[in-house]
């Protein structure tokens, strides 16, 4: 059993467990972050977009990945602004696992099915051995296909 520990610690390190797509705050989050993570999840999208828009931390995957999300969701949803900040997610961290899950879910929305499959591609490559952002996609994905077939 010995032996076998470094590598079972290894595979748990490959396969990206401590990575989500947007992780649980932790002590060294900046401000912005934390605020903007506690609006989403209350679900008040156009809070979260003000205190995103005023930290203006531009060359953060995770802030363009927060900021796209909270338009995508918003009521009434700025699409073409969620894909904007989808996009330059992805320029600065072409895995962001986020910004690939919700760019599908955006693509989807705009009925490019292989817009959306393309990224459930490229998500799948990140996802080592599996992760939620790619079961989710692969989820919507299907919901999609099955809508459409009916």
Request: aromatic fraction near 8%.
């Amino acid at each position: 059993m010995k032996k076998l520990l470094p590598i079972i610690v290894l595979l748990f390190s490959m396969a990206g467990l401590s990575q989500a797509a947007d992780p649980e705050p932790a002590k060294s989050d900046p401000t912005w972050l934390t605020e903007a993570r506690a609006s989403i999840k209350s679900e008040n999208y156009d809070q979260a977009v003000k205190q995103l828009q005023a930290a203006n931390e531009t060359s953060s995957a995770d802030w363009n990945n927060l900021l796209g999300y909270s338009l995508r969701k918003k009521q009434p949803p700025d699409l073409v602004g969620a894909e904007k900040y989808y996009q330059a997610a992805l320029k600065i961290d072409p895995r962001h696992r986020g910004a690939l899950e919700y760019y599908g879910k955006l693509k989807l929305l705009n009925n490019d099915l292989p817009g959306a499959e393309a990224l459930l591609a490229r998500l799948d490559k990140a996802c080592t051995f599996g992760c939620e952002e790619y079961s989710d996609l692969k989820e919507a994905v299907r919901k999609y296909k099955s809508r459409k077939q009916s």
